[in-house]
């Protein structure tokens, strides 16, 4: 059994259910989709009181089952006006599980700023928030455990969040107390803000009852063991993390450089060094006394994050990762990793999505307003956007509304959303999931970056990006990371044991597709509700236009191409 919270944050009334078996299973991006859905939410304002703010956990969350307690948080995103789930590390839905929640939801506005505190005695406080407003998250984080101890888990909303700037996301505590994990895309961090929510903690307490917890315990062994046991977890994720995809983007050239102006940094192959990504920069930080291999969540084999240091061996952030690299990095003209880290340390201080930030000051630059590579005027920008001044609000509004102001031709994005580091003219299959995905340009909607694309049709392209898709809605919705698809997806018969182990259920292995489908079924619902039609799947016309050096390639496929890949899908029935 867990409980599910609904929290009226106008009256700060709280109604709360028990949830077992499937329901507790069927959680994260499928219950966003579906309580949005049929609650009829399509049309709301998304910064309104009328928009919800849904956190929710997987079936495993407070215990040590490995990349099991990714937090999903959902609503109606203000930055697209389509649904959003976003989803992060850290401790938690670790401390959520511990406590016998399965999620929560958040309606209306508070009428104060607030700190909600769930408390290991199964209580819910609503305390004042003063104290902490304005400040960075380091700051306000450290001041959350000064006044409630260091053993909790927080959820923040930072100071762009404060002024619903759209470049905000929520930041969560890692293993290590730092808010440097982040639910970032779509403005999720806004509206939390427009909720007037700093802050959430949660106590941690202890690993959760389950049906048969001998079977359980049992289930965390086996899957560790089979990841241990994987090659691309241990030979990548473990031993690179994600910056590594760097090297390999840069090589087939689409890296985004230079607001995608070019698909590769630097000519390997011609004996220049690439500096910015997982081969260079992991030499470099372990012989700095860094950590190349670092868990976000407690009980992680796959350990993919990292600690990245100076020169003298002082933490700078943690993590830089690929995404982090590509945006707010080389396609800002970076070249050296040390910039970028200062510039992560001070984005994660903000509570701001590199991907989103990073792709508007791109197009600020290609505005005119600093050349490429300009560290220093990027570092003055965060702050204005920091502050909140009358041009750092404008500039907090994301990439679209940016370059729509601008004047700017090259805007990356799709549905309003930046679109993530792989560029859809080189790495296609996971452009056509960007442009189809009711989520906005959301590579991990279904990333497949590996895929020579060039051989293939669109009917195969699309068959093989829906493919992937329904697999990592399905794991989004079991609060599992998916850096662990390739044990996950492959060991279903296991999965659902261990499912119907903890919970009391009788699943099959099909569970998983249907899990999957119905989420993406819900997904595009509400989109069509809301009024998206095939037009905003249509990648911005450079990508057309333009051919991408090294390769000259240009994008082949259009949204009127890409809108109906849902169309099979069947009505949820669950």
Request: hydrophobic share 40%; net charge negative; glycine share 10%.
């Amino acid at each position: 059994m867990r409980i599910y919270h609904e929290i009226n944050l106008a009256d700060r009334s709280i109604s709360s259910r028990e949830l077992h078996g499937k329901d507790i299973i069927f959680a994260g991006r499928y219950l966003i989709a579906k309580t949005f859905v049929e609650r009829g939410l399509a049309r709301v304002d998304p910064l309104s009181p009328e928009n919800l703010l849904i956190f929710s956990a997987g079936p495993f969350a407070g215990t040590t089952f490995s990349n099991a307690n990714r937090t999903s948080v959902g609503c109606k995103s203000p930055l697209t006006g389509g649904i959003k789930e976003a989803n992060g590390g850290g401790t938690f839905s670790y401390a959520l599980g511990q406590l016998r929640i399965a999620g929560f939801t958040l309606a209306g506005a508070s009428p104060d700023w607030v700190v909600i505190h769930f408390r290991k005695d199964g209580g819910i406080a609503f305390d004042d928030a003063t104290p902490y407003l304005g400040k960075g998250n380091y700051a306000a984080a450290e001041m959350l455990y000064e006044r409630y101890g260091r053993k909790v888990a927080i959820a923040l909303c930072g100071p762009v969040g404060e002024y619903q700037g759209l470049l905000a996301g929520i930041a969560f505590s890692d293993k290590d107390l730092r808010p440097s994990r982040l639910a970032a895309r779509g403005g999720v961090g806004a509206v939390m803000g427009s909720k007037r929510v700093k802050a959430i903690v949660v106590d941690l307490d202890k690993t959760p009852p389950f049906g048969d917890p001998r079977k359980v315990t049992d289930s965390i062994k086996r899957y560790t063991k089979m990841l241990r046991e994987d090659s691309i977890v241990m030979n990548f994720y473990n031993k690179v993390g994600t910056m590594g995809m760097a090297d390999y983007q840069n090589y087939i050239g689409g890296l985004p450089v230079r607001n995608f102006s070019a698909g590769q940094l630097a000519d390997v192959s011609a004996g220049e060094v690439f500096k910015m990504g997982g081969d260079y920069i992991g030499e470099l930080n372990t012989s700095r006394g860094g950590e190349q291999t670092h868990p976000c969540m407690p009980g992680c084999a796959i350990q993919c994050s990292n600690v990245y240091v100076d020169a003298n061996g002082k933490e700078v952030v943690s993590p830089v990762e690929y995404e982090t690299l590509g945006l707010l990095g080389t396609n800002c003209g970076i070249t050296d990793p040390d910039d970028l880290a200062q510039l992560n340390y001070i984005a994660n201080d903000l509570g701001v999505d590199t991907i989103e930030t990073g792709a508007t000051l791109a197009v600020l630059m290609e505005a005119g307003l600093a050349q490429f590579g300009d560290v220093r005027w990027m570092v003055d920008a965060l702050a204005e956007i920091g502050r909140g001044t009358e041009l750092g609000r404008l500039w907090a509004q994301g990439t679209a509304r940016v370059g729509e102001h601008y004047k700017v031709r090259r805007v990356p994005v799709i549905k309003k959303q930046a679109i993530s580091a792989y560029d859809p003219r080189v790495v296609e299959a996971t452009g056509i999931t960007m442009m189809a995905t009711a989520q906005g340009a959301d590579h991990t909607a279904g990333n497949l970056p590996r895929l020579k694309t060039r051989e293939m049709d669109l009917e195969t392209l699309l068959d093989l990006s829906l493919k992937q898709q329904i697999k990592v809605a399905a794991n989004d919705s079991l609060g599992l990371c998916i850096f662990g698809q390739t044990v996950t997806n492959v060991n279903l018969e296991f999965l659902a044991e261990a499912l119907n182990a903890a919970h009391g259920t009788d699943l099959t292995p099909a569970f998983f597709e249907e899990l999957g489908r119905m989420t993406l079924y819900y997904e595009r619902e509400f989109n069509r509700q809301a009024g998206f039609t095939a037009a905003d799947d249509e990648l911005p016309a450079f990508f057309y236009e333009e051919p991408l050096p090294p390769t000259n390639q240009t994008a082949r496929f259009h949204g009127e191409q890409v809108h109906p890949m849902y169309d099979a899908l069947e009505p949820a029935t669950a």
